[in-house]
């Protein structure tokens, strides 16, 4: 139980495109999801996170507007990197907690963004 | 506001020999405490976690960890290394069901043959 996945497993983009990742909690209805950014060598930094039919709340210091989540269906939630630039390379790691699994975070497999 | 130490960036240690990677939290109230597993490339496997109860608790793949408030302490231990142990670890610590973790810097164990 508690399966989440994560789709593209990598993705590498031009400059200035627009990238969707996608989260899903398989076996579970996610009523939370959260969205975290990894650095080489470096913990997990949490970006935002979403509730179903809500918007999200992001953390302080990221750009809503870059990153737009949307958690529309209790076992989807996506990420979309708008406009992205080199720096936005990183490794993007979703998480889903709901329905039997409200006390843990699992998390997905992660996706690699890469922006030439 | 809430905070996790990882003392030990990384640790190497023998396969076959016994390993406790350590974490000390800084949390007002009652923690919620965790210890996940990540292989390179890979997103996080949940290993074990503490809410409340007995205070030595049992996870996956062998390890435990043990809760000792007096010293905000959550330490997870392994009797015996297998060369397939060797990854990143992660304590963290969370408010409540389901919200907002802090995650200490991450112990990288390398295993030794």
């Known amino acids: 139980g508690a399966v989440v996945s994560q789709h593209p497993s990598w993705v590498i983009c031009k400059s200035g495109t627009s990238v969707k990742i996608e989260c899903r909690s398989l076996?579970?209805?996610?009523?939370?999801m959260f969205w975290y950014r990894q650095f080489p060598k470096q913990s997990l930094m949490l970006m935002a996170t979403?509730?179903?039919?809500?918007?999200?709340?992001?953390e302080q210091g990221v750009e809503k507007d870059k990153f737009l989540i949307n958690h529309a269906s209790l076992t989807l939630s996506t990420l979309t990197v708008t406009s992205a630039h080199p720096e936005d390379s990183s490794f993007y790691i979703c998480s889903a907690t709901g329905g039997l699994y409200t006390d843990t975070q699992y998390f997905g497999p992660g996706t690699r963004l890469t922006v030439l | 506001a809430q905070s996790v130490t990882q003392p030990d960036i990384h640790i190497t240690v023998s396969e076959g020999a016994s390993l406790e990677l350590r974490c000390n939290y800084s949390y007002g109230a009652t923690p919620y405490l965790f210890w996940y597993v990540q292989s390179p490339g890979q997103g996080l496997q949940l290993l074990l976690k503490?809410?409340?109860?007995?205070?030595l608790v049992q996870g996956i793949k062998g390890f435990e960890a043990e809760f000792k408030r007096s010293q905000s302490s959550f330490n997870l231990r392994k009797p015996s290394v297998h060369w397939s142990d060797a990854a990143e670890y992660f304590c963290?610590?969370?408010?409540?069901?389901?919200?907002?973790?802090?995650f200490g810097a991450g112990t990288i164990l390398r295993v030794k043959s």
């Open positions: 503490y809410f409340s109860g007995d205070t």
């Open positions: 979403s509730n179903e039919g809500s918007k999200a709340t992001y």
């Open positions: 963290a610590v969370g408010p409540e069901y389901g919200n907002k973790l802090v």
């Open positions: 076996d579970f209805q996610a009523t939370t």
